[in-house]
């Protein structure tokens, strides 16, 4: 009743209206009773006795019945339209908010949830909350048929009323048992229709992995397995109905059978008229569909409870990202200043076993799990300890570290994907906690190392929606070195890429999603190994691009850049080493390769491992942290 409240209270008007037109319908179906049973007495009857119906009694008789009939069906007309408009408009409501809700929680949040699950809160659970609103006003307005009819046969004869009336605590008796038996039913149905999305999610997000070894087999019996268990959960949902709806359809006809056995002995004993017992009989006849209305709703009851509290589930969720009311000069202008003071960060403890277990350790989904905390449910481990370093407007920082040193989280806290638990990010002086809504955004930009592209055009993955004229798209294309690729494309910036882009390379994806970032004018540009797939000539022109923009008064954008490759750190005006989510050194690259033992080991492990790759394939290798490894 507390979730149908909800839509009530949603929507007041077209709720009344909906009941309206059902109360309308149910007084129609009463007065059918009334007037089939006047008919009967005053025509009928009369017809049987005279030989011939009188013309002006069966002129008003049929203007009565077809009078009732119309109203009653202007009454269905107004319900369904009613209760149709209020169940698709809370759907799409909540879709909505939902939908909000997913934007407004940390990228950490979505992390711990898996998409599929996620898809599913989005529209089965949606559905499933809302589909009693559809009988709901036939429902009430079978509480206002059920009171008119019950007062109409008392006051036609108690008797009959009395021996009718037993068929009502029979119904409620059944209806109990009935929710009772199929809430936990429903519930474990609803449950497992997020398993079979999620599973049908993985395998299509890893298509890749499932073609190249030859996986088919194993997820096509994983996903099998699945929508088994949701079949046969579907189907004890279904046996149980199968089992009420014949017992809700069998009582009040078996009502129907006792009232004409009393009616008959009453009317023999000339207690009722033919005309009396014709009303109660088709008043009890009526009865049986409306019941079934009000099972309709309670039928759906049980997963309205779970799709609301899975819903729910989502609309609570805490952790979303509060903001402040300080501006920031937006994109184009002079390049921004950027500080780190004293960060540390770490994992919350429910995240670790998803985040950590699976490998996904920072908030983009990199990293390692033991660098962001313990499976094992230990304490927390912080990724970053005491982090500080700065950037000034117009130069270049490269951040290298080992593998799980926090490079990727370090990242997402530079442009507010999530916040750190001591210390402070400023940009331009401003902590970024105290921005507004969307400040960062229009100011910062992040290129991370997995790439996504939209089954769209390359103009529209590009500017996403951005209003960009052609030329700002080919300045943007030029920077990231990918206007020579795009150029020579079927038709330029109107093709159609693929799904994540499946027509390019990986190079070319990675100098598109660039160039996504540069066509904003951001004043700070971070490059989380953005490059990694990208020749390295390509890169050097790349970065080079990156610093002539940036060149002079400090205009353009100040880089933030993830390395490995040395030719790429060498064009770094500093570098920060991490190390176990520390800064152990910083300087340029060569002070570090002097007086940083870990530092020079790295980069000299990654240029020997790609230097003899490059000799065993007889040409140059793309990688990047993956070569390494």
Do not use: C
């Not at 109905?241 to 009232?259: I, K, Q, S, T, Y």
């Not at 990727?408 to 401003?430: E, F, K, N, Q, Y």
């Not at 990986?506 to 190994?529: K, T």
Request: proline share 4%; hydrophobic share 45%; charged share 20%.
């Amino acid at each position: 009743m507390r979730v149908l409240w909800v839509a009530v209270r949603a929507e007041p008007r077209v709720f009344a209206l909906s009941v309206l037109a059902s109360g309308l319908y149910a007084a129609m179906t009463v007065a059918t009773a009334e007037v089939l049973g006047v008919v009967t007495q005053d025509v009928v009857l009369p017809a049987f006795e005279e030989g011939r119906p009188a013309a002006g009694a069966l002129a008003a008789g049929s203007a009565a019945i077809i009078g009732v009939a119309a109203l009653k069906a202007l009454g269905v007309a107004g319900r369904r339209f009613y209760a149709g408009l209020m169940q698709y408009r809370m759907q799409a409501k909540y879709r909505r908010e939902v939908t909000r809700q997913y934007l407004r929680l940390p990228l950490a949040w979505h992390h711990r949830h898996p998409t599929g699950q996620l898809l599913s809160n989005a529209n089965a659970d949606v559905e499933a909350a809302w589909a009693p609103i559809a009988p709901l006003p036939m429902a009430v307005g079978v509480v206002f048929m059920l009171v008119i009819s019950a007062v109409s046969i008392l006051l036609t004869d108690v008797a009959v009323a009395a021996v009718g009336f037993l068929v009502f605590p029979a119904i409620a008796l059944v209806n109990v048992l009935y929710q009772r038996r199929l809430a936990p039913v429903a519930t474990h149905a609803q449950r497992l229709r997020a398993e079979v999305s999620e599973v049908a999610h993985e395998s299509f997000e890893g298509g890749l992995v499932v073609k190249t070894l030859g996986r088919e087999a194993a997820e096509t019996e994983r996903f099998a397995a699945a929508a088994g268990e949701l079949r046969d959960a579907n189907i004890a949902v279904g046996r149980l109905r199968g089992l009420f709806d014949p017992v809700l359809e069998a009582l009040p006809n078996l009502g129907v059978l006792a009232v004409l056995l009393i009616g008959s002995m009453r009317l023999e004993s000339n207690a009722m008229t033919a005309g009396d017992l014709v009303h109660v009989a088709y008043l009890f006849t009526l009865l049986s569909w409306p019941i079934r209305a009000l099972g309709w709703v309670l039928a759906e009851v049980p997963r309205s409870v779970v799709g609301w509290e899975r819903v729910r589930g989502v609309l609570d969720a805490t952790g979303s990202l509060p903001y402040g009311e300080a501006a920031l000069d937006g994109s184009g202008g002079k390049a921004a200043a950027m500080e780190v003071r004293g960060v540390r960060f770490a994992y919350e403890a429910d995240a670790r076993a998803d985040l950590g277990g699976n490998g996904h350790g920072g908030p983009n989904g990199s990293g390692n799990g033991s660098a962001n905390g313990n499976a094992n449910g230990a304490g927390p481990r912080h990724v970053l300890r005491d982090v500080s370093f700065s950037v000034e407007p117009g130069r270049t920082i490269a951040v290298v570290g080992p593998t799980g040193s926090g490079k990727s989280t370090l990242t997402s806290l530079l442009v507010r994907l999530v916040d750190p638990a001591d210390g402070s990010v400023l940009l331009d002086g401003v902590d970024l906690r105290d921005v507004r809504r969307g400040g960062v955004a229009e100011t910062v930009a992040l290129v991370p190392q997995q790439t996504f592209l939209f089954d769209d055009t390359v103009r529209g993955n590009v500017t996403l929606g951005m209003d960009a004229p052609d030329e700002r798209v080919w300045e943007a294309l030029r920077l990231a070195q990918a206007d020579g690729f795009v150029a020579a494309l079927p038709d330029g910036l109107d093709t159609r890429v693929g799904e994540r882009g499946a027509t390019l390379s990986g190079g070319q994806r990675q100098r598109l999603v660039l160039a996504r970032a540069l066509i904003r004018r951001p004043r700070l540009l971070v490059m989380d190994d953005a490059t990694s797939a990208v020749d390295p000539q390509v890169e050097a022109r790349i970065l080079q691009n990156l610093r002539e923009r940036g060149a002079g008064a400090g205009s353009g954008s100040s880089v933030v850049v993830v390395a490995y490759r040395k030719a790429t750190i060498a064009l770094a005006d500093e570098v920060v080493y991490l190390d176990h989510g520390r800064v152990t050194a910083r300087g340029t690259h060569a002070e570090l390769l002097e007086t940083s033992p870990g530092y020079r080991d790295l980069v000299n492990a990654y240029e020997e491992t790609r230097g003899e790759r490059t000799d065993l394939d007889g040409g140059a290798v793309e990688g990047g942290e993956e070569a390494l490894a």
